[in-house]
T-cell receptor, first 109, second 114 residues
């Protein structure tokens, strides 16, 4: 069962622009995590935001969490070609992470 | 620092054959997980382990078995492969039961069952 739903499913932007992806979920969570997957590779952990946090930054990444709306957003600023990948949100409920189907991001040169 | 290593990277099986996928981690993580990833879908948990000698079923355990005889290794077995098991399999590990830390993933095993 998938709890997280990413929106949009696909996003294509010019290099240098900002990219925003959204994630919605259904039940209460301990934390929410974002991962990146380059084509044909494993997933890489980007950032974790706890349920009592509202915003978190890591380099060019900014994550927000609104527990009242059960949603999160991932902002990538000043995008680069190397940011081309699929991005997944995962919600932590106790012992497991529950995954969304991902947003495919393409950065055009 | 190798992290999580999966072997093999690719495999083609005939229906009914068996195989074992190996996952090894060198980070002293207690918790290990096997996922499958199918096109257009998120990761689905097959089995997981919260420590040496323990295993538990995830969301899609049917047709798979696992073992965690050593802390650093987590094996996934297919006793009688079926075409529906064609997928990319990922192993992951983490420090904490309560997922307060991110997972570290292997690079995946692409399995085709014909």
């Amino acid at each position: 069962s998938q709890q997280g739903e990413e929106d949009p499913q696909a996003l294509s932007i010019q290099e240098g622009e900002n990219a925003t992806m959204n994630c919605s979920y259904k039940t209460s969570i301990n934390n929410l995590q974002w991962y990146r997957q380059n084509s044909g590779r494993g997933l890489v952990h980007l950032i974790l935001i706890r349920s009592n946090e509202r915003e978190k930054h890591s380099g060019r990444l900014r994550v927000t969490l609104d527990t009242s709306k059960k949603s999160s957003s991932l902002l990538i600023t000043a995008s680069r070609a190397a940011d081309t990948a699929s991005y997944f949100c995962a919600t932590a409920t106790g012992y497991q992470l529950i995954w969304g189907a991902g947003t495919k991001l393409i950065i055009k040169p | 620092n190798a992290g999580v290593t999966q072997t093999p990277k690719f495999r083609v099986l005939k229906t009914g054959q068996s195989m074992t996928l190996l996952c090894a981690q060198d980070m002293n993580h207690e918790y290990m997980y096997w996922y499958r990833q199918d096109p257009g879908m998120g990761l689905r948990l097959i089995h997981y382990s919260v420590g040496e000698g323990t295993t538990a079923k995830g969301e899609v355990p049917d047709g798979y078995n696992v073992s965690r005889l050593k802390k650093q290794n987590f094996l996934l077995g297919l006793e009688s492969a079926a075409p529906s098991q064609t997928s990319v399999y990922f192993c992951a590990s983490s420090y904490s039961t309560y997922t307060n830390y991110g997972y570290t993933f292997g690079s995946g095993t692409r399995l085709t069952v014909v």
